[in-house]
Nanobody
Framework: QVQLVESGGGLVQAGDSLRLSCTAS????????VAWFRRAPGKEREFVAH????????YYADSVKGRFTISRDNAKNTVFLQMNSLKPEDTAVYYC??????????????????WGQGTQVTVSS
């Protein structure tokens, strides 16, 4: 069993940066693929970014490409999401998710086994 806890959310202004953290307990994340999803008010959960266990592949939603960077520190059992040039439309609850397999279904939330409780990110204009 893997427990995931997100942190680092907050209220910022447009153009600011935030770094979200997703820390795992219960089991090492070393062999898990990890993703970030978000859910904005009134919208469905959407894929944001993904990183595989070997650090060789990262994927991003078009809406965040060039502004967000996903990374991981396996020694700390933590995955990060560096968010730069934040926009009001980035306002959402951000969730991290993990799965023990790595395949092409990384954009689909149903392919992930473990989820955190979410952290709120609010970007004011």
């Amino acid at each position: 069993q893997v427990q995931l806890v997100e942190s680092g959310g907050g209220l910022v202004q447009a153009g600011d940066s935030l770094r979200l953290s997703c820390t795992a307990s219960g089991r090492s994340l070393r062999t898990y693929a990890v993703a970030w999803f978000r859910r904005a008010p009134g919208k469905e959960r959407e894929f944001v970014a993904h990183i595989n266990w070997s650090l060789s592949n990262t994927y991003y939603a078009d809406s965040v490409k060039g502004r967000f960077t996903i990374s991981r520190d396996n020694a700390k059992n933590t995955v990060f999401l560096q968010m730069n040039s934040l926009k009001p439309e980035d306002t959402a609850v951000y969730y991290c998710a993990a799965r023990p397999v790595d395949n092409s279904n990384y954009r689909y939330f149903s392919s992930y086994n473990y989820w955190g409780q979410g952290t709120q990110v609010t970007v004011s204009s």
